[in-house]
């Protein structure tokens, strides 16, 4: 066998059994809550909640344990924890959020052609429902007239007829409310549009 391997062999025995030597030999050291230290073979009942080190004969530190957390301790470092959390899954989106914003627009006119296309098409939409309604209420004011020249004649309005009333009534209300709803998606695009605009310019460091 060879001279070097057998001399390498024995100095690793030796290495182990001298740390085994060392361990051996090992003292506890603490500080108990009121701030006196112990020293001993074991751990004392004072240090049971404290941080403890074991040192070797040369009174070298060979391990550190921390002292148990209390309560109130760990609730802080869960909610630590969940604020860090809520602030990577922020930045994770927001970085998502800006590789669609360079993906998709190449300069800043493009943002502003895609927010006057949308801006565009929701006004298509108002203007067909507003004429909906010009219909609509053109068709109830002649059945409120038919309604009207009954009751000067002594006469009760058929049901029919109040209720085609109310139906159209419904009908430009629900107009109304679309419109509304409309009006504020195009708030909601100039909004957008402005936003992206500044973070656009930001990510390629225009002024």
């Given amino acids: 066998m060879n001279k070097h391997f057998l001399t390498f062999v024995k100095a690793f025995i030796g290495l182990v059994l001298l740390s085994h030597a060392f361990q051996a030999y090992a003292v506890i ?9 112990h020293f001993g ?5 004072e240090c049971a909640q404290e941080g403890y080190q074991e ?3 040369r009174g070298m530190v060979i391990e550190e344990t921390e002292a148990a957390k209390t309560d109130a301790e760990i609730a802080e470092e869960k909610k630590q924890a969940a604020i860090e959390a809520e602030k990577k899954k922020e ?3 927001q970085a998502r959020q800006d590789k669609i914003l360079l993906d998709t627009y190449t300069k800043v006119d493009d943002i502003n052609m895609a927010r ?6 929701l006004e298509t939409s108002i203007s067909l429902a507003e004429k909906r309604n010009e219909k609509l209420q053109s068709d109830m004011d ?3 007239a038919q309604a009207a ?3 000067r004649e002594g006469k009760s309005p058929p049901d029919t007829l109040e209720n085609d009333i109310q139906k159209l009534k419904r009908q430009i209300n629900n107009n109304n409310d679309f419109i509304s709803q409309k009006r504020k998606e195009q708030d909601t695009v100039k909004t957008e549009a402005e936003n ?5 310019k930001e990510l390629k460091g225009i002024e």
Avoid: H, S
Avoid at 29 to 37: H, I, L, M, P, S
Avoid at 116 to 121: E, G, Q, R
């Fill in 116 to 121: 006057d296309d949308k801006l565009a098409a």
């Fill in 142 to 144: 002649r059945l409120v």
């Fill in 196 to 200: 992206n605009i500044a973070r656009f």
């Fill in 91 to 93: 930045e994770d989106e």
């Fill in 55 to 57: 040192l070797n004969k």
């Fill in 41 to 45: 073979d074991t751990l004392p009942p």
């Fill in 149 to 151: 020249a009954a009751e």
């Fill in 29 to 37: 050291k603490c500080k108990d809550k009121d701030g006196n230290w």
